[in-house]
């Protein structure tokens, strides 16, 4: 990476400054937001640059005065994603109104760090590097159009990125013609076990042409960062470092979950959406050890009114205890009959995640299996019941299942739902019967997850090698 230090722009005295542009979904924003507070930690100024909607949209936990926010717009300020006609017009939009603000937001805090008359010079270090969402690699091209220092930061599994680079330079064809995918440094993956854009190749054009095109120009970049740590995907990272400077960076939770080297690093500090969190902290403190199923399906799945009704009559069915995260925009979808506050469950629109899964009486965890989510629970060693959805989740479900050992996929009847039996006995499968195994399994990736950041292991040493090439 010689070539992207002799980039760096700082002048002496002055420190490393990157500007951090995740995509704007609760998904992606928080692994980078908390990427940046390690930067932040080794002397490195961190700008996070997130689209205007999702600025004004978003609510804050705590003030930082170490993370700076600043916004670009996408095209559709007044209702981000949402704004848009179709998928195809905000992906698009995004790339040719987003390149064009967000190299304006970089030479307006370079233009006014150099016109900035005060002597504080953590205040006027200009901008010398981009760390990117591998969604937008037109963010790349503004970083090399304007000199500096690129870094694509992936916030998928480095399997399902294989997966995506593999179909991206032709060296696997769609639609698959085979049952069985064998990539290098992956298991031997059931095409029905690839990401849903490469399995069902032609639903959703627009969204698999942005996996995909992650890869179109990442030969260029100075840095490849993963969102994980080493020993969760080795040989698959070991298959990448052979291409490029890849650094497994993660867990990116807070420090307070893992290592507790960040002083008052105890949550994500942004949030889409507002948590019940003293309504779900309270119903769990009266809830005996390792008794609640905690479900949720994260910030961007939409669950079929099908499979709504089958997890919540599989949930009832257990009778344990469950804390089940149901969207505002998803309660419709709820059975009319279904008792949402009462009797054993409480359904809430939001929770603070991390907090209910540290919980004692957290014993399971049902999820849709987004990469935060599962590495969530790994690192606060829960179990968990895979529900996956569509796009990287079904890899995700495959790895829990049979990599990593931590829990067991609930299987779907055809290509429609998972049926409340089917539910009901992969809740009972980790609430009971392999309840020891699967819990030995999920504390050892926790003590995994805490070593790898912790000083001297493998996420600590690949962030300090990132610094250094900064400095």
């Not at 953590?122 to 690129?150: H, Q, S």
């Not at 799945?301 to 009559?313: F, L, P």
């Not at 790994?378 to 829990?407: F, H, S």
């Not at 299987?411 to 089917?422: P, S």
């Given at each position: 990476?010689?070539?992207?230090?002799?980039?760096?722009?700082?002048?002496?005295?002055?420190?490393?400054?990157?500007?951090?542009?995740?995509?704007?979904?609760?998904?992606?924003?928080?692994?980078?937001?908390?990427?940046?507070?390690?930067?932040?930690?080794?002397?490195?100024?961190?700008?996070?640059?997130?689209?205007?909607?999702?600025?004004?949209?978003?609510?804050?936990?705590?003030?930082?005065?170490?993370?700076?926010?600043?916004?670009?717009?996408?095209?559709?300020?007044?209702?981000?994603?949402?704004?848009?006609?179709?998928?195809?017009?905000?992906?698009?939009?995004?790339?040719?109104?987003?390149?064009?603000?967000?190299?304006?937001?970089?030479?307006?805090?370079?233009?006014?760090?150099?016109?900035?008359?005060?002597?504080?010079?953590?205040?006027?270090?200009?901008?010398?590097?981009?760390?990117?969402?591998?969604?937008?690699?037109?963010?790349?091209?503004?970083?090399?159009?304007?000199?500096?220092?690129?870094?694509?930061?992936?916030?998928?599994?480095?399997?399902?990125?294989?997966?995506y680079f593999h179909v991206q330079r032709g060296l696997l064809p769609l639609p698959l013609t085979e049952s069985t995918v064998l990539l290098p440094g992956l298991p031997l993956l059931r095409a029905s076990e690839t990401p849903s854009y490469v399995s069902d190749y032609g639903s959703y054009p627009a969204i698999y042409q942005m996996v995909v095109d992650q890869f179109t120009n990442v030969d260029q970049a100075d840095y490849v960062l993963f969102d994980c740590f080493y020993e969760m995907e080795k040989q698959v990272v070991d298959w990448m470092a052979q291409r490029w400077r890849v650094g497994t960076i993660g867990p990116t939770l807070p420090s307070k979950y893992l290592d507790g080297r960040l002083e008052d690093d105890?949550?994500?500090?942004?949030?889409?959406?507002?948590?019940?969190?003293?309504?779900?902290?309270?119903?769990?403190?009266?809830?005996?050890?390792?008794?609640?199923?905690?479900?949720?399906?994260?910030?961007?799945?939409?669950?079929?009114?099908?499979?709504?009704?089958?997890?919540?009559?599989?949930?009832?069915?257990?009778?344990?205890?469950?804390?089940?995260?149901?969207?505002?925009?998803?309660?419709?979808?709820?059975?009319?009959?279904?008792?949402?506050?009462?009797?054993?469950?409480?359904?809430?629109?939001?929770?603070?995640?991390?907090?209910?899964?540290?919980?004692?009486?957290?014993?399971?965890?049902?999820?849709?299996?987004?990469?935060?989510?599962?590495?969530?629970?790994?690192?606060?060693?829960?179990?968990?019941?895979?529900?996956?959805?569509?796009?990287?989740?079904?890899?995700?479900?495959?790895?829990?299942?049979?990599?990593?050992?931590?829990?067991?996929?609930?299987?779907?009847?055809?290509?429609?739902?998972?049926?409340?039996?089917?539910?009901?006995?992969?809740?009972?499968?980790?609430?009971?019967?392999?309840?020891?195994?699967?819990?030995?399994?999920?504390?050892?990736?926790?003590?995994?997850?805490?070593?790898?950041?912790?000083?001297?292991?493998?996420?600590?040493?690949?962030?300090?090698?990132?610094?250094?090439?900064?400095?």
């Open positions: 990476m010689e070539r992207a230090s002799s980039s760096t722009k700082s002048g002496k005295g002055k420190r490393p400054h990157v500007i951090v542009v995740p995509y704007p979904a609760q998904g992606h924003i928080n692994p980078m937001l908390q990427f940046s507070k390690r930067l932040i930690s080794r002397g490195v100024k961190a700008t996070l640059a997130t689209t205007v909607f999702v600025a004004k949209s978003m609510h804050l936990n705590q003030t930082s005065s170490t993370i700076s926010v600043e916004s670009f717009s996408d095209g559709f300020d007044q209702g981000g994603f949402g704004q848009a006609a179709s998928d195809e017009d905000y992906v698009a939009t995004f790339r040719a109104v987003g390149s064009r603000t967000l190299t304006h937001l970089i030479q307006r805090l370079n233009t006014s760090n150099d016109n900035d008359s005060d002597h504080d010079h953590n205040d006027r270090d200009p901008v010398t590097a981009v760390i990117y969402d591998g969604f937008m690699p037109w963010a790349l091209d503004v970083a090399k159009d304007l000199g500096l220092v690129g870094a694509v930061f992936f916030t998928q599994s480095c399997a399902v990125n294989s997966v105890t949550d994500y500090v942004i949030n889409l959406f507002e948590p019940s969190s003293d309504e779900c902290m309270s119903w769990l403190g009266t809830k005996p050890e390792g008794s609640v199923v905690y479900a949720s399906f994260g910030s961007m799945v939409k669950v079929s009114q099908e499979q709504m009704e089958e997890v919540a009559w599989g949930l009832e069915k257990t009778n344990f205890y469950f804390l089940w995260v149901v969207r505002a925009d998803e309660e419709v979808k709820l059975p009319a009959n279904f008792n949402r506050a009462g009797g054993k469950g409480l359904v809430v629109n939001w929770a603070p995640q991390l907090e209910v899964l540290a919980h004692p009486a957290t014993g399971c965890f049902l999820t849709h299996c987004g990469l935060n989510s599962v590495v969530e629970a790994m690192c606060l060693g829960v179990p968990m019941v895979a529900v996956p959805q569509w796009t990287d989740q079904i890899t995700n479900a495959k790895y829990v299942e049979d990599v990593w050992r931590v829990g067991v996929r609930a299987a779907v009847d055809g290509k429609t739902a998972a049926r409340r039996e089917t539910v009901e006995m992969c809740i009972r499968e980790v609430m009971e019967v392999r309840r020891d195994e699967l819990k030995v399994n999920a504390e050892s990736w926790k003590g995994l997850a805490r070593q790898a950041l912790d000083e001297g292991g493998s996420s600590d040493l690949c962030i300090n090698d990132f610094v250094a090439a900064l400095l």
